[in-house]
T-cell receptor, first 111, second 119 residues
Framework: RKEVEQDPGPFNVPEGATVAFNCTYS??????FFWYRQDCRKEPKLLMS???SGNEDGRFTAQLNRASQYISLLIRDSKLSDSATYLC????????????FGSGTRLQVQP | EAGVAQSPRYKIIEKRQSVAFWCNPI?????LYWYQQILGQGPKLLIQ????????DSQLPKDRFSAERLKGVDSTLKIQPAKLEDSAVYLC?????????????????FGQGTRLTVV
């Protein structure tokens, strides 16, 4: 089983739509969670951290469910510029502190 | 603030040849990572340094890959000899600090990567 699993998509949505991505992680002792965004042929960049209480940044909302080992990202009022790959990232509590990435979910927002 | 610098941006080599990549992290960042990203996949950690010491190299194919971090700053990643399946983007990233007992300042900043094609 992969340490971090995501639906690869692609998700094709019209502008203005609401879209949600899910991610599951295998290690229950995982400590920190993030969503990174990667544009085509570019490097990943931090979109937002994910906190136990859930957090929101403008049109983006991240949720963490530790019991189900599940992370989500909700994007409201999608813009064309939101088209990218969204990477779920976890820091596993196995002594390794590096970021462990999912395979990414591709989003294409269409006019 | 200058970002993570990597070179070269692109490299094409024949299988069994050697190749080296260079990374200069953000000034003051103690932690440096090398990731391999194969097309259509997420980045996979190859090696993590804390200052000039190796924290994790469990996924580094040590028969052909090596990495060092000189004086806790710049780093080089080498592949010798290269195989066709090494074709990927090699991403270097740095973060302020990741302590064993505390997750702190873990945002990782990535360089633009080196796109390697092995033919």
């Amino acid at each position: 089983r992969k340490e971090v699993e995501q639906d690869p998509g692609p998700f094709n949505v019209p502008e203005g739509a609401t879209v949600a991505f899910n991610c599951t992680y295998s290690n229950s002792a995982s400590q920190s969670f993030f969503w990174y965004r990667q544009d085509c042929r570019k490097e990943p960049k931090l979109l937002m951290s994910v906190y136990s209480s859930g957090n929101e940044d403008g049109r983006f909302t991240a949720q963490l469910n530790r019991a189900s080992q599940y992370i989500s990202l909700l994007i409201r009022d999608s813009k064309l510029s939101d088209s990218a790959t969204y990477l779920c990232v976890v820091i596993l509590d196995t002594g390794r502190r590096a970021l462990t990435f999912g395979s990414g979910t591709r989003l294409q927002v269409q006019p | 603030e200058a970002g993570v610098a990597q070179s070269p941006r692109y490299k094409i080599i024949e299988k069994r040849q050697s190749v080296a990549f260079w990374c200069n992290p953000i000034s003051g960042h103690a932690t440096l990572y090398w990731y391999q990203q194969i097309l259509g996949q997420g980045p996979k950690l190859l090696i993590q340094f804390q200052n000039n010491g190796v924290v994790d190299d469990s996924q580094l194919p040590k028969d052909r890959f090596s990495a060092e971090r000189l004086k806790g700053v710049d780093s080089t990643l080498k592949i010798q000899p290269a195989k066709l399946e090494d074709s990927a983007v090699y991403l270097c990233a740095s973060s302020l600090e990741v302590l064993r007992t505390e997750i702190k300042n873990t945002e990782a900043f990535f360089g633009q990567g080196t796109r390697l094609t092995v033919v």
